[in-house]
């Protein structure tokens, strides 16, 4: 028998040297030094909140589609010229721009997004062919058990609170005319309260001055979207969703949470990794490595700017569908009654301490991490304190927030599957009502 | 004005060793941030599974994480995950592969735990059992309960090819999976899972001689077993078009797919790269010539992808293989007149050569896109261990974004000149949802 190897203590976490400036037109800039590999990755997060959806929607889709003076064609050539590329996607909150380069391509690639931020053009057949296609692609999402299953939870969750729907219907799309999407645009696509983040080979400074340069002309007052703070989650009968002949059905759950800078938030997301926030949790290790109902069962906390929830997902096969919610409901009631073990906690806590240098070890990890952090007031520096607060949180207040926040009865359920298979043993356990 | 850009590179350092028992080890240290990525690969896959059971690599795979001679069943998982490290492992064609990214301070634990089920892992019933479950609800996941479940990935191999290695299913038939035993996977792992059948790569965050020293002493005393010898899956090209069609019931809109093989990627490099950048020529952006002609202009699809290699590993697989092009089309789509457009468009090429910067462009984005992979632990690990399995040449992940930038527009020209007809297999879905 040979002994488990210890492990060597990490070292004190280091941040990466950032530097951030406010331009002149409201942007905020933050750019950061990471010169592993020769490029740079950049991500601008715009206040978008309570826009209306299918316009925004189309918007992201349609971003590209071209300038003044540059076909969508010319736009991703002159990109890859810099060996770059541009996306943008859109949350409840925010439009998201994507992008990298090769490291000597920074200049051009914020010259290109520039153009397209200051100068689109929404030409009328390229937009055409753009709703046609996300139309398509909302039918095939429409066909996605995953995304079936997330539709009828946020409207179990959220009911008239506009995160509640977060993809237009088909045919709201095809209404929407590119006239709309400039004024959009015009309205909304503004610097005040936008971040840009830069992460790769370069000098912070120097990248800054570049993001100057290219972005001075992009000015104009931010709109806020006064998005209302979420309704507290109200639990009740389980929502059963019907697909007929659906092999798996989709088990979804909401649980309240907190918010990152709440004084509980690293002991939520303690308890959360010991329920089923990871591979090594109860939740996972009994529905699968035990009963083998399913194959990837996950938990985690989703942060949205209005409010946060704790989401319970797994696609069991539709014969063990009751089985799998009583295990569910039971680690749940087991996390919530009772509190961890040390062992079990020393693990999470582990876990959440050095995934946090993994996903901060790629300047693509650095960047998303940078900006997703910044979208919520945040910078890098709070990875500090929340990795001294995971250290610190105690089992007893890991077993007080789960007892607030993990208990069964607060708990929104959605099921979506062959009704008329899984609804008598659904029926069994809790009240059922169909969504 | 075209502005030519300098493709940059890597210079990752590469150590190379073999052990008294034949394991095959990779070192790439790199100190810029502190984590390390171990990956062990195999030398079989799918194409080395036996007749009547389909899909026994992968589900071996599942059984090399129930335990092992130090371990027992969930061990594995609560070790890494313990150390703060993420896992995983996975099946591809020619190779099966296990990994962990952890904080530096766990290598010597992930070295300790890959060396333990290299000894050989526990072999039980229950676990077998559990694990053919488990892997049932992944295919459900993944192919049976969702819409375009294998497209293409298992759907067009049986139309290409003509032989049980290359053409069935690497997830495997329920049946299969059923039957598989206990003796099965001793006699699987005794025939392939032997150390001189394997490479081991570390990169990151470590000392080459301490890391040298752990290696030696952790997989050293691994016993030695003779490698298999390498099988020769070659088959006859095509001689002429094949065609297949299916009806997928939750497919709300049709696609069409096709395969050209290709040279040896091995054996014939020089003559295979030009195929992995005529790929991302036809398809790699809105600049590129199959997006911008049927995306944009004729909308006779609403994407369309090209790569290399039924798992997208162009530099991780052996002959036969084939380059695919994979298109979704709107509603009453036409898959015939897709493929016509297609060899219009190659016709094009091979008549009149690319544009001016057309190939310059595509580099430079291809090589932004190997660096970038290159900065996870991971995407260095992981790659260098099959590029040493596979050609003894782990640094040639430094020399790839060079040698894609030395492809001519001749070498372009004649790739395509090959993609006939008459050498094509295609696979068509149509829907069988209602939309």
């Given at each position: 028998?040979?002994r488990?190897p210890d492990?060597?203590p990490?070292a004190?976490?280091?941040l990466?040297?950032q ?12 750019a950061?030094r990471?010169?592993a590999?020769?490029?740079?990755e ?11 959806l299918?316009?925004a ?6 971003l590209f589609?071209?300038t003044g ?14 060996g770059?590329?541009l996306s ?5 909150d925010?439009?998201?721009i ?12 914020l010259?290109?997004?520039a153009a397209?931020?200051?100068?689109p053009?929404?030409?009328?057949d390229?937009v055409?062919?753009?709703r046609?296609?996300?139309v398509?692609?909302?039918q ?7 995304h079936?299953?997330r539709?009828a939870?946020?409207k179990r969750?959220y009911?008239?609170h ?6 237009p219907e088909?045919e ?11 004024a ?5 696509v503004?610097p005040?309260?936008?971040v840009?983040?830069l992460?790769?080979d370069?000098?912070?400074e120097?990248?800054?001055d570049?993001?100057?340069?290219a972005l001075g002309s992009w ?6 979207g006064?998005m209302?703070?979420?309704p507290?989650?109200?639990?009740g009968p389980?929502v059963?969703?019907d ?6 059905s989709?088990l979804?759950m ?7 800078t709440?004084?509980d938030?690293?002991?939520l997301?303690l308890?959360?990794?010991v329920?089923?926030?990871y591979?090594?949790?109860?939740w996972?290790?009994?529905m ?6 399913t194959?990837?069962?996950h ?6 700017l209005?409010?946060?929830?704790l ?12 089985p ?23 693990q ?7 995934t946090l ?7 693509a ?14 910078r890098l520096?709070?990875?500090?304190e929340y990795s001294?607060?995971l ?6 207040q890991?077993?007080e ?6 208990a ?5 359920t ?22 | ?5 300098k493709?940059?590179?890597t210079?990752?350092?590469?150590e190379?060793?073999?052990l ?6 990779v070192?790439t ?5 502190p ?5 062990v ?6 194409r080395?599974?036996?007749?009547g059971?389909?899909g026994?690599?992968?589900l071996?795979?599942?059984l ?5 001679e130090n ?10 995950q ?9 099946t591809?064609?020619?190779y099966?592969?296990y990994?962990e ?9 992930a070295?300790f735990?890959?060396?333990d089920?290299?000894?050989g ?8 059992q559990?694990?053919i479950?488990?892997v049932?609800?992944?295919?459900r ?8 479940g294998?497209?293409?990935w ?5 139309v290409?090819?003509a ?11 329920f049946?299969?999976l059923?039957?598989?035993?206990v003796d ?5 792992f ?8 394997a ?7 470590f ?5 040298t020293?752990m290696?030696?002493r952790?997989f050293?005393?691994?016993p030695?077993r003779p490698?298999?010898s390498?099988p020769?899956?070659?088959?006859p ?19 069409v797919?096709s395969?050209w093989?290709?040279?040896d ?8 790269l ?6 991302e ?19 006779s699809?609403?994407?369309i992808?090209g ?8 530099f991780?697989?052996?002959n ?6 994979q298109?979704?089309m ?6 015939d ?8 468009e ?5 008549a009149?050569g ?5 190939l310059?462009?595509?580099?430079a984005?291809?090589?932004?896109h190997?660096?970038?992979?290159t900065d ?5 690990a992981?790659p260098?261990a099959?590029?040493?399995l596979?050609?003894?040449?782990p640094?040639?992940?430094?020399d790839?974004?060079?040698l894609?930038g ?7 020209v004649?790739?395509?000149?090959t ?5 094509r297999?295609?696979v ?5 949802a209602?939309a």
């Amino acid at each position: 028998m040979t002994r488990l190897p210890d492990l060597i203590p990490d070292a004190k976490l280091k941040l990466p040297k950032q530097v951030e400036r406010t331009l002149a037109g409201g942007l905020t800039v933050i750019a950061i030094r990471r010169p592993a590999v020769p490029l740079v990755e950049m991500r601008l997060r715009v206040p978008f909140g309570r826009a209306p959806l299918p316009r925004a929607t189309l918007l992201s889709q349609a971003l590209f589609t071209g300038t003044g003076t540059m076909s969508s064609v010319d736009i991703a050539a002159e990109l890859q010229k810099v060996g770059g590329g541009l996306s943008a996607g859109l949350d409840p909150d925010r439009l998201l721009i994507t992008g990298n380069a090769l490291a000597s391509g920074l200049d051009r690639m914020l010259e290109l997004l520039a153009a397209v931020l200051t100068d689109p053009a929404y030409p009328n057949d390229e937009v055409a062919t753009e709703r046609e296609r996300l139309v398509d692609h909302i039918q095939v999402a429409l066909s996605q058990p995953a995304h079936l299953a997330r539709t009828a939870l946020l409207k179990r969750m959220y009911g008239r609170h506009p995160y509640a729907v977060q993809t237009p219907e088909p045919e709201q799309v095809r209404s929407v005319r590119p006239a709309q999407l400039r004024a959009l645009h015009a309205d909304r696509v503004r610097p005040e309260g936008s971040v840009l983040v830069l992460v790769g080979d370069l000098n912070p400074e120097k990248a800054i001055d570049a993001a100057e340069k290219a972005l001075g002309s992009w000015t104009g007052p931010g709109k806020d979207g006064d998005m209302p703070a979420t309704p507290e989650l109200v639990s009740g009968p389980l929502v059963l969703v019907d697909r007929p002949g659906a092999v798996q059905s989709s088990l979804r759950m909401a649980l309240p949470a907190l918010g990152r800078t709440d004084p509980d938030y690293a002991a939520l997301q303690l308890a959360n990794l010991v329920f089923g926030g990871y591979f090594s949790s109860r939740w996972v290790e009994n529905m699968r490595e035990d009963k083998g109902y399913t194959y990837g069962p996950h938990t985690s906390i989703e942060h949205f700017l209005a409010g946060s929830a704790l989401l319970v997902a797994a696609e069991v096969a539709t014969e063990v569908t009751g089985p799998s919610l009583l295990e569910t409901l039971y680690e749940l009631g087991r996390i919530a009654s009772l509190p961890p073990g040390a062992d079990e906690l020393e693990q999470a806590r582990r876990y959440a301490l050095g995934t946090l240098r993994l996903g901060m070890s790629t300047q693509a990890g650095l960047a998303g991490l940078a900006s997703m952090y910044a979208s919520f007031g945040l910078r890098l520096d709070y990875l500090s304190e929340y990795s001294v607060a995971l250290t610190k949180a105690t089992r007893d207040q890991v077993a007080e927030v789960a007892a607030r926040f993990l208990a069964p009865s607060r708990a929104i359920t959605v099921v979506l599957g062959d009704a008329e298979r899984v609804a008598a043993p659904l029926a069994a356990l809790t009240t059922v009502e169909r969504g | 004005m075209a502005r030519k850009i300098k493709i940059p590179a890597t210079k990752y350092p590469v150590e190379r060793f073999t052990l008294d028992n034949g394991l095959r080890v990779v070192l790439t240290p790199d100190r810029s941030a502190p984590v390390v990525g171990v990956a062990v690969v195999y030398d079989v896959g799918i194409r080395s599974e036996p007749e009547g059971r389909t899909g026994f690599a992968h589900l071996f795979e599942h059984l090399m994480f129930q335990g092992s001679e130090n371990l027992e069943k969930l061990a594995h998982f609560r070790h890494v995950q313990g150390a703060g490290g993420t896992f995983n492992g996975s099946t591809h064609l020619d190779y099966t592969d296990y990994f962990e990214v952890l904080p530096s301070g766990a290598l010597e634990r992930a070295l300790f735990l890959e060396a333990d089920r290299m000894r050989g892992p526990r072999l039980t019933e229950e676990n077998l059992q559990n694990q053919i479950d488990v892997v049932k609800e992944e295919i459900r996941v993944n192919v049976l309960n969702r819409p375009y479940g294998g497209f293409p990935w298992l759907k067009l191999p049986p139309v290409l090819f003509a032989t049980f290695p290359n053409e069935h299913d690497g997830y495997g038939s329920f049946g299969d999976l059923d039957s598989a035993t206990v003796d099965d996977a001793k006699a699987f792992f005794d025939r392939y899972y032997a150390c001189g059948n394997a490479t081991l790569a570390v990169a990151g965050d470590f000392d080459v001689a301490q890391a040298t020293e752990m290696i030696r002493r952790h997989f050293g005393d691994v016993p030695a077993r003779p490698a298999p010898s390498l099988p020769d899956f070659d088959e006859p090209d095509l001689t002429a078009e094949r065609r297949d069609v299916y009806t997928d019931r939750l497919a709300p809109l049709p696609g069409v797919a096709s395969a050209w093989r290709v040279p040896d990627p091995i054996g014939d490099f020089a003559q295979y790269l030009p195929f992995v950048v005529l790929a991302e020529v036809l398809t790699d952006g809105d600049a590129s010539r199959l997006v911008d002609r049927l995306v944009q202009r004729d909308r006779s699809v609403t994407s369309i992808g090209g790569y290399i290699g039924f798992m997208g590993d162009e530099f991780q697989v052996r002959n036969p293989t084939a380059l695919l092009l994979q298109a979704h089309m709107p509603p009453g789509g036409d898959a015939d007149k897709v493929l016509r457009t297609v060899d219009e468009e190659l016709d094009r090429l091979v008549a009149d050569g690319l544009t001016a910067g057309e190939l310059e462009r595509t580099q430079a984005r291809i090589a932004t896109h190997l660096l970038r992979d290159t900065d996870a632990v991971l995407g260095r690990a992981l790659p260098m261990a099959v590029l040493e399995l596979q050609r003894g040449r782990p640094e040639m992940l430094n020399d790839l974004p060079r040698l894609v930038g030395e492809v001519t527009e001749e070498q372009i020209v004649a790739a395509a000149a090959t993609l006939r007809p008459e050498r094509r297999a295609t696979v068509e879905v149509l829907p069988g949802a209602m939309a």
